[in-house]
């Protein structure tokens, strides 16, 4: 009899480098690949919500988690919008990181759907620190990542027909 593995080893997911000065550029291909371990040569494009800056789009594959160090490297630049998402996979959350200038690094576990997952326990936490709705609402707005959706708007829609380049992890 097999005994099965509840939970995946590996999982997928995507960088979206949003808005990088270009001499970041060559930084940000050096920590991808160092996460990775594998080459990261990406496609830069002219980011056209911001002159002067770069994007580009990466897909990847690697262990469960693989967000989360990509997110830690790439929030070393704090003029570097991007986001890092990892998918659901068996027995595990899906992740999405936003990082903003100014606003700093957001995280928050999607489901399946792409929702976004608020828990009953933080849920609970939020109605007992909030006197009235408006405190309430603000917490939960602020737990859905509302202010790093707005920032980052305006740059996804700069990502219409640009490449994606593939970075792949062994694993196992």
């Not at 998918?87 to 990082?99: K, L, W, Y």
């Not at 976004?116 to 405190?135: H, K, Y």
Request: charged fraction near 20%; hydrophobic fraction near 40%.
């Amino acid at each position: 009899m097999r005994i099965l593995n509840q939970f995946a080893d590996s999982t997928t997911g995507v960088v979206y480098i949003h808005a990088a000065p270009v001499a970041l550029c060559p930084h940000v291909e050096w920590a991808l690949s160092s996460t990775l371990n594998a080459r990261a040569d990406l496609r830069w494009t002219e980011q056209d919500a911001e002159p002067g800056r770069m994007r580009a789009t990466v897909d990847w594959t690697g262990p469960v988690g693989t967000a989360a160090r990509l997110a830690t490297a790439l929030r070393e630049w704090s003029g570097l919008a991007f986001e890092v998402t990892e998918n659901p996979s068996d027995g595990v959350d899906g992740e999405r990181f936003s990082h903003v200038p100014g606003l700093g690094l957001w995280r928050g576990s999607i489901g399946a759907n792409g929702d976004v997952i608020v828990g009953e326990m933080q849920l609970r936490a939020m109605m007992d620190a909030q006197p009235d709705s408006a405190g309430l609402a603000a917490e939960l707005d602020t737990a859905l990542g509302t202010a790093w959706d707005d920032a980052l708007e305006t740059y996804r829609m700069g990502g219409a027909g640009c490449e994606v380049t593939w970075l792949r992890q062994r694993v196992g």
